[in-house]
């Protein structure tokens, strides 16, 4: 299985981004998957951002991105994205993909977003 993340970048305050997470490997399905965003900043732990059920019917979000963030997938696509709009400096971060199913958990290797005038 592979995750991989697209949609960094560098962006002003106020500014929009939208991030991909494209999922791939033999039987894999985002449907089955609980699958996440998480971020790392310099020096901190790596958090949760946002999360979708595998039946895409439940989301939750980290209370510093609620409001400003969505969280959707596209199942024909195998896709996961992450809408972030109103960034703020402290949005800078790498941002993670993860899907998890039982004992399978999934990573991907992260997309950097800076947010900075």
């Known amino acids: 299985v592979q995750l991989v993340e697209s949609g960094g970048g560098l962006v002003q305050p106020g500014g929009s981004l939208r991030l991909s997470c494209a999922a791939s490997g033999f039987g894999f399905t985002v449907s089955l998957y609980r699958m996440s965003w998480y971020r790392q900043a310099p020096g901190k732990e790596r958090e949760l951002v946002a999360r979708i059920s595998s039946g895409g019917g439940i989301t939750n979000y980290a209370d510093s991105v609620k409001g400003r963030f969505t969280i959707s997938r596209d199942t024909a696509k195998n896709t996961v994205y992450l809408q972030m709009n109103s960034l703020k400096p402290e949005d800078t971060a790498v941002y993670y993909c993860?899907?998890?199913?039982?004992?399978?958990?999934?990573w991907g290797q992260g997309t950097q977003v800076t947010v900075s005038s």
């Open positions: 993860n899907a998890l199913f039982r004992s399978r958990d999934y």
